[in-house]
């Protein structure tokens, strides 16, 4: 890479190797008008001479020299998966930015990989991170003015899309068990927070069933709503190992899978997981209702977004599966985010 001075006029097609600053006086303004690595074009020839400025500044590349701009997009086009808006390049920069609600799911390792060459800036969201649409979600940027060829190809090589997974308007039932709430002694607290939070997936609440602590009264309500074509059905209380929960039992009498029971998450280390068909059938401990934040978030977000987590990538939750319990929360990035 070298840096040659040339007329204006023979800049033509050339990167600059620095900002052009522009002053005007009548205005105040003072800033770059042309920038660094910015292609001169003919309709610029004017401008640059009302500037004073009659020679340029050209970054010189070798044949095997990739611009820094040329090398972002490349990277970036790879990265760029479905549901995702690139914006860029500018001086070696690209970001990408959602265009719908959804779980942002990719392998951390290959960003890492790319990482390794310091030429390189790659930045992302946590994986399985929700989403707004507009948010962004990586942004890259080539440091120096060119990169050589052969470390784009490295990189483009090592590059996956990154996938947005939007949420899926799923309907949910809600079953609420124990003898205090069908019996009116309690009042559930749980209905109001579940359509809140369900609300942020689009999704709907089909409606709420009490039953007491009989293991077929709680299966009869969650038939109930697999009849009714509940794509989710939410069982609340009677999760832990006294002899008088048997909301576990419950959902094993009517599902036809079970995925797990018990997660390395703090709260709801209960939580459970099951299938009857196509129907998500969830225990949710008494938590849920006390605390904001708890296993069910995570859970709730792989649920809409349509990626059901094996029972392998439950027992690896407890990496960040410890709430910090701020209040409100002041660490949006926790694993038991949702906004």
């Not at 929700?130 to 050589?148: F, H, I, N, Q």
């Not at 002899?243 to 703090?266: C, H, K, Q, Y």
Request: proline share 7%; hydrophobic share 40%.
């Amino acid at each position: 890479m070298k840096i040659r001075v040339l007329p204006v006029e023979h800049c033509l097609g050339m990167p600059l190797s620095h900002d052009l600053t522009q002053i005007v006086p009548e205005s105040g303004y003072k800033g770059a008008r042309f920038k660094k690595g910015q292609i001169v074009r003919e309709e610029d020839l004017p401008e640059l001479r009302a500037m004073g400025r009659e020679h340029l500044s050209i970054l010189d590349l070798e044949p095997d020299e990739v611009h820094e701009d040329d090398a972002a997009i490349r990277l970036a086009g790879r990265l760029r998966g479905t549901k995702l808006r690139l914006d860029g390049p500018d001086e070696g920069r690209c970001s990408l930015h959602a265009t719908a609600e959804g779980l942002l799911a990719f392998d951390p390792a290959f960003v890492d990989a790319i990482n390794e060459d310091p030429d390189w800036i790659l930045a992302t969201l946590p994986p399985l991170t929700p989403v707004r649409s507009g948010e962004r979600v990586a942004a890259l940027r080539v440091l120096p003015l060119a990169v050589r060829e052969i470390q784009v190809q490295r990189a483009e090589a090592l590059a996956k899309p990154l996938a947005l997974h939007p949420f899926l308007p799923l309907s949910v039932g809600l079953v609420t068990t124990g003898e205090e709430f069908r019996s009116g002694k309690n009042k559930d607290a749980f209905l109001p927070r579940l359509e809140r939070k369900v609300a942020t997936y689009g999704g709907r609440i089909l409606g709420q069933r009490i039953a007491g602590d009989r293991m077929e009264e709680i299966a009869d309500a969650i038939r109930a709503f697999l009849e009714a074509g509940a794509n989710l059905v939410l069982c609340t209380g009677g999760m832990s190992v006294d002899a008088d929960d048997v909301t576990p039992g419950a959902i094993r009498s009517v599902a036809e899978t079970v995925v797990f029971r018990g997660v390395p998450v703090l709260p709801g280390s209960m939580l459970m997981l099951a299938f009857a068909g196509k129907t998500a059938l969830v225990g949710a401990p008494a938590c849920v209702v006390h605390d904001e934040r708890t296993a069910l978030d995570p859970l709730l977000d792989r649920l809409f977004a349509g990626l059901v987590p094996t029972e392998k990538e439950a027992r690896a939750w407890g990496v960040g599966g410890l709430c910090r319990s701020c209040s409100p929360c002041t660490y949006p990035r926790c694993g038991f985010t949702r906004r």
